[in-house]
């Protein structure tokens, strides 16, 4: 459901972006955006309140206490990922994929509109069609998942993610990039949900909160970087220099989860490091 509607937005947002960005001006733009935003807030305060009320009526914990609590949550989870290593494998690998993530949030802007010539518009019909490759993509993984084990999935789905993306960034011809970008969709979205999904699999169910609090905090921190490395070296090494770099990231990432994915398949299906 996650990718439907993640995927959905996409297909959506951007061409609406790009659109009014066209026609009303950045102004317009950025102050949809932001509303967007404001509506998203106020639909999230809605969900709090209607959770808060139907909690059993207990004693008020401080703002300390909760602050305290969750960062001893999100400690306790990175300590069970220390000790095992398939979580650890796993929680390397998606290190990679959101380092490259980062990167090509902050690169792909400049690389649609300097290396290729392309508007703004253009730049969202690229990214909706990402959003349909996406649509595909957990389409396909419903059917693949099915018949085909996790490690070669995920590990096929990687590799062909870093071609992709090295062929987009290096053949900057817009019905190309389309073509790409549609197929980085379904990839993008086969092996990301397949190694989330194999996490959650392994993952006891008293620890699932500690581990995937943790995995969100690691996302938002490699992404973080990822960006940060972008913003500082994008005119320093050029774009496409720095889009290729994430590009073989997704090989590395390939690469590094080929052995270490299999061996820990092995050892936690026999129980031995669970």
């Keep these: ?66 602050w305290l609590e969750f960062w001893g949550n999100w400690w306790n989870g990175l300590k069970v990922v220390g000790t095992n290593q398939l979580y650890s494998t796993i929680f390397l690998m998606f290190s990679f994929i959101w380092l490259a993530q980062g990167m090509i949030n902050v690169l792909f802007v400049p690389y649609v509109i300097n290396e290729m010539g392309q508007t703004s518009v253009e730049f969202g019909w690229i990214e909706s069609v990402q959003g349909i490759g996406g649509l595909i993509g957990g389409y396909l993984l419903l059917k693949l998942n099915k018949k085909v084990a996790p490690f070669p999935l995920i590990i096929s789905s990687l590799l062909a993610s870093g071609g992709f993306a090295l062929l987009q960034f290096n053949i900057p011809i817009l019905f190309f990039v389309f073509i790409m970008n549609a197929f980085l969709g379904i990839t993008d979205v086969i092996s990301s949900v397949r190694l989330e999904t194999l996490l959650q699999e392994q993952v006891p169910e008293n620890y699932m909160g500690r581990i995937f609090g943790a995995y969100n905090t690691l996302m938002a921190l490699t992404m973080l970087i990822g960006m940060s490395i972008a913003s500082f070296l994008g005119e320093m090494m050029g774009t496409v220099m720095l889009l290729n770099i994430s590009a073989l990231l997704f090989f590395l990432t390939g690469i590094v989860g080929y052995r270490a994915l299999k061996q820990n398949m092995k050892v936690s299906r026999h129980g031995k490091n669970d």
Excluded: C, H, W
């Design 1 to 66: 459901m996650t990718v439907v509607s993640d995927n959905f937005i996409r297909i959506i947002g951007p061409s609406i972006g790009g659109a009014l960005l066209g026609i009303a001006g950045v102004e317009i733009a950025i102050a949809t955006d932001i509303f967007s935003y404001m509506i998203s807030s106020v639909l999230l305060s809605l969900v709090a309140v209607k959770s808060s009320q139907q909690k059993q009526k207990g004693a008020e914990i401080s703002l300390k206490q909760k």
